[in-house]
């Protein structure tokens, strides 16, 4: 097997998994967690199960994440048997392979006891930023290894110090942002409000843990995206990928602001709760691309994302 054409097969995967990732977040949104009851691997007990709404999104989901293993087995043979020892390709593969494993391994714990649709029992509150880590992970390890299979990989993983700080901070943010939303995303689902007064009527005699933890995802929010497209904004000073992922991160941010309260006044709006966790994706996606394209144009850093001084432009003597 030689590495011609597994840039683009590995794109291929990227791009599919993404959308099962998607489809998995309109399983949550449309609360058809449990449309499967709790058997796992089967659903009800069988392998085609009668069809029902609930049931036939957790049936695709479960078919479609299934394909994904596969896939992604298939693309981290085809790194190893393609790609020399110490390639940044081959470990991008098998930490896609391991997250893939880990993320069905969440998806079956979930399922068996129970924690899916409108249930708000504190250990699914726990295991809900774990899960959304794992995710963020396999989403990088998708998009890192046909990024590093596309171009000359960079000698070390070394950055300048203000570029690593700035970018884990950006990480970070979006990791915060993710756990803040998922559990979000559960309060909404578990004490659902048909009307903005009634959503704002439950903060006012929380009944539940989850309305408190509500209150947290849009008060992070605001500062965690206008950090996000700040750091888009720096980014736009380097090279030409990097400065395209710079405005994709900032973009993305912005759009974020401006999908988020719509997200709040149209509680059941499902296509609005999909485009702001593409969105989230997106960000993490293009921040971790900006990342390794950083690794690539490497500078001194005295130099990192700052821009440029007058005497910086002084013609020497």
């Known amino acids: ?180 939303g998922s559990w979000t995303g559960l309060a909404n689902a578990a004490f659902p409000a048909e009307t903005l007064r009634g959503g704002l009527a439950q903060y006012m005699d929380p009944e539940h843990l989850l309305i408190y933890l509500r209150m947290a995802h849009p008060a992070l929010a605001v500062p965690g995206l206008l950090l996000l497209g700040w750091l888009g904004l720096r980014l736009r000073e380097r090279g030409t990928a990097t400065r395209r992922l710079g405005l994709g991160i900032a973009g993305s941010a912005a759009a974020q602001l401006a999908v988020g309260p719509l997200a709040i006044l149209l509680p059941e709006g499902v296509g609005v709760r999909l485009l702001h966790l593409f969105l989230a994706d997106l960000t993490w996606i293009f921040l971790l691309l900006a990342g390794a394209s950083l690794m690539g144009h490497r500078i001194p850093a005295s130099s990192a994302l700052r821009r440029p001084s007058r005497l910086d432009a002084t013609p020497k003597a």
């Open 1 to 180: 097997m030689g590495r011609k054409g597994f840039p683009r097969y590995a794109w291929g995967v990227f791009a599919y998994s993404l959308l099962v990732i998607l489809w998995g977040y309109f399983l949550r949104i449309s609360r058809s967690g449990d449309g499967c009851g709790t058997d796992w691997p089967l659903c009800h007990g069988a392998v085609v199960p009668a069809a029902s709404f609930p049931t036939m999104v957790e049936y695709i989901h479960r078919v479609s994440s299934g394909l994904v293993l596969l896939l992604v087995l298939a693309m981290a043979v085809w790194a190893f048997r393609s790609y020399p020892r110490g390639s940044l390709v081959r470990w991008a593969a098998a930490f896609t392979l391991l997250f893939t494993i880990t993320e069905s391994l969440f998806g079956a714990v979930l399922v068996i006891f129970g924690w899916v649709a409108e249930d708000a029992s504190l250990a699914r509150i726990l295991i809900r930023p774990f899960h959304v880590t794992n995710t963020f992970l396999l989403m990088g390890a998708l998009a890192l290894t046909p990024w590093w299979a596309s171009r000359c990989e960079p000698r070390s993983l070394h950055l300048p110090q203000g570029d690593r700080n700035l970018l884990l901070a950006g990480l970070a943010t979006i990791l915060v942002l993710g756990w803040t």
